[in-house]
C-alpha cells in the first residue's frame, strides 16, 4: 500500500531509480532536479513502508510571460514517472492534486506541462493547446558569402546568448543564469555543440541555434538573431552539418515565423509545411480560465524546449 506524501532528502535515491527505470534516456534528470533547493516539498511521491517509490510528480515555480507579457508565476509539472507494476492505480492523478493545491498556495496563476501522453491529465484539469512546427527537405542550396562567421558556442558567449533571446513572448520564460549555464545545457546539450554567428564588425554573437539529430531529421529546437543575414548563415550551417551526417529532412520549433525567419528558412528547409503537435497542456490555478487559456494561443507564444520543467 502506497503513503501519498511529500518527499524527504532520504528519498532521493529511489527517485533517481525510478526516473532511471522509466527515463533511461534522460540521465540529466537528478541534476535538474537538484537545482531547486526547495525541490522535496515540492515533490508529491507514493511511497511504500519500505521506502519504494511507485509513483512521482515534481513541479517547479518558473516566471513566465501571459498573453500581455507581464510576467506570472507559473508552476511546471514535470518528472513524473510511475513504476510499471503501479500503473492504473490513480496514483498520478493523486498526486497531481496534491501539487495543485501546493502550487495555489504558492501563488502560482497556472500550470504548465509537456508530454507525450496527454491523456494522462486531462482527468486532473489539464488541458492541450496546439504548437505548429515546420517542416521540409533539408536545403541543398550552397550557402552564399556571408558576412558573418558561424562557430560552436562557448561559455563566454552566454551573456551575449541571453540578451538575444529576451523576450516578452506570451508563454516564454524569463531565465536566469543558472538556467543558461545547467539547465539550457542539459536540454540542448553542451554549450560547444550550440552554433554562434559572430557579428563582423564587433565580433559579439548577432545570433545563435540549437539543434538536435534524430533519425533522418535536424530538429531546431531554439534560434535568436538580429536580422535575417545572421539568421540566414545560422540555418545554413545547421543545413551543412545536417548533410554531412546524412540527413534529409529539417524541423523549426519556435513561434509564428516572422519576415527574418521566413527570409533565412530556404538556407535551412525546401517544401515547408506545418504540422501541429498537441503535446502542451494548461491547468489555470488562481488566474481565470480565459486568461490561462488564452496565453499559448496568443500571438508569438513560444516555450522553447531548454525550458522544459
Given at each position: 500500500m502506497s503513503l501519498i506524501r511529500t518527499a524527504r532528502p532520504a528519498d532521493e535515491p529511489a527517485l533517481h531509480a525510478?526516473?532511471?527505470?522509466?527515463?533511461?534516456?534522460?540521465?540529466?534528470?537528478?541534476?535538474?532536479?537538484?537545482?531547486?533547493?526547495?525541490?522535496?516539498r515540492r515533490t508529491f511521491l507514493a511511497a511504500r513502508d519500505d521506502g519504494t517509490v511507485d509513483a512521482v510528480v515534481v513541479y517547479v515555480p518558473r516566471d513566465i510571460h501571459d498573453?500581455?507579457?507581464?510576467?506570472?508565476?507559473?508552476?511546471?509539472?514535470?518528472?513524473?514517472?510511475?513504476?510499471?507494476?503501479?500503473r492504473g492505480q490513480g496514483l498520478v492523478r493523486a498526486l497531481l492534486q496534491e501539487a495543485a493545491a501546493a502550487m495555489r498556495a504558492e501563488s502560482c496563476a497556472w500550470s504548465l506541462l509537456f508530454t507525450g501522453t496527454p491523456g494522462v491529465y486531462t482527468g486532473s484539469g489539464w488541458q492541450t493547446f496546439p504548437t505548429h512546427l515546420r517542416e521540409g527537405a533539408l536545403s541543398g542550396a550552397p550557402p552564399g558569402r556571408s558576412p558573418y562567421r558561424?562557430?560552436?558556442?562557448c561559455p563566454a558567449d552566454l551573456p551575449y546568448l541571453a540578451e538575444l533571446s529576451c523576450t516578452a513572448a506570451p508563454l516564454s520564460t524569463i531565465r536566469t543564469e543558472s538556467d543558461w549555464r545547467t539547465r539550457l545545457p542539459a536540454w540542448y546539450g553542451p554549450t560547444h555543440g550550440w552554433l554562434v554567428a559572430q557579428d563582423p564588425h564587433t565580433a559579439r554573437p548577432a545570433g545563435w541555434a540549437a539543434a538536435a539529430h534524430g533519425g533522418e531529421t535536424v530538429d531546431v529546437r531554439e534560434y535568436a538573431a538580429t536580422g535575417t543575414a545572421a539568421l540566414a548563415a545560422l540555418f545554413a550551417a545547421v543545413a551543412a552539418r545536417a548533410r554531412h551526417a546524412g540527413l534529409r529532412r529539417a524541423r523549426l520549433r519556435g513561434p509564428a515565423p516572422g519576415p527574418a525567419v521566413l527570409g533565412a528558412l530556404p538556407q535551412l528547409m525546401t517544401g515547408v509545411t506545418v504540422r501541429t503537435e498537441h503535446t502542451g497542456m494548461i491547468r489555470p490555478l488562481l488566474a481565470p480560465p480565459e486568461h490561462a487559456y488564452a496565453v499559448p494561443r496568443a500571438p508569438g507564444a513560444v516555450h522553447w524546449y531548454g525550458d522544459s520543467f
Open positions: 525510478l526516473w532511471g527505470e522509466c527515463f533511461g534516456s534522460a540521465p540529466h534528470l537528478p541534476a535538474l532536479y537538484a537545482l531547486d533547493p526547495a525541490r522535496h498573453a500581455d507579457g507581464a510576467p506570472l508565476r507559473v508552476g511546471g509539472i514535470g518528472s513524473v514517472a510511475t513504476r510499471p507494476e503501479a558561424v562557430r560552436p558556442a
